[in-house]
């Protein structure tokens, strides 16, 4: 079962909340009825995607919009989504001879790589999050390219050195983040030389 979203409140280079939507809405009211004109960033945690809300009405009102209707009974939505996709003709070839037909064939092998290595996975999922939200909170603060690319590099030592004079709520969760990602990595299995 999925987790629920954890949102950071961030007003300036202040975090000003963090936790669930019902933890961190009434602070966001509170501080928009306060002062409206107020900019505060909401960042989702794990993908460090902006979230906006629409704060106009009562806390209730606000807390309707922005939490989904309980589900009903009945099948779920699969969510499925068409896009398109590029492969040279043997590909094609060896898909279209594959059961169940090409869309599942392609659904198998990506589950099949994302369970390959998790870990992996979930270590570049953190870096690019993290990527995400220090471009919105610190993409003008000294150093900022190089600690990017040492976030990437799996350099943490370096990425620790090249944050430590930013402000101290967005070099904690970057550091934290950062942390997170190196022990999904150490946590993975070696690679397999290739030939």
Do not use: C, N
């Not at 963090?18 to 945690?45: H, M, N, Y």
């Amino acid at each position: 079962m999925d987790t629920p979203p954890r949102y950071l409140v961030f007003a300036g280079p202040r975090r000003v909340g963090a936790g669930s939507l019902e933890e961190i809405l009434p602070v966001l009211k509170q501080r928009f009825d306060g002062d409206p004109t107020e900019q505060v960033l909401v960042f989702d945690a794990e993908t460090g995607e902006q979230v906006d809300f629409d704060l106009r009405g009562s806390l209730a009102d606000v807390l309707a919009r922005a939490t989904p209707p309980p589900r009903g009974p009945g099948r779920p939505r699969l969510g499925v989504i068409s896009r398109e996709v590029s492969l040279l003709p043997r590909h094609w070839d060896w898909l279209e001879e594959q059961p169940s037909g090409i869309s599942a064939a392609i659904r198998r092998l990506v589950e099949a790589a994302m369970k390959a290595a998790p870990q992996r996975e979930r270590a570049r999922r953190i870096r690019e999050g993290l990527s995400r939200f220090l471009s919105a909170m610190a993409g003008d603060r000294p150093q900022f390219e190089e600690a990017t690319r040492a976030l990437f590099a799996g350099d943490l030592t370096r990425f620790e050195e090249l944050v430590s004079r930013w402000p101290r709520d967005i070099r904690e969760h970057a550091v934290e983040r950062a942390r997170e990602a190196a022990r999904a990595e150490d946590a993975a299995p070696a690679l397999a030389p290739t030939r």
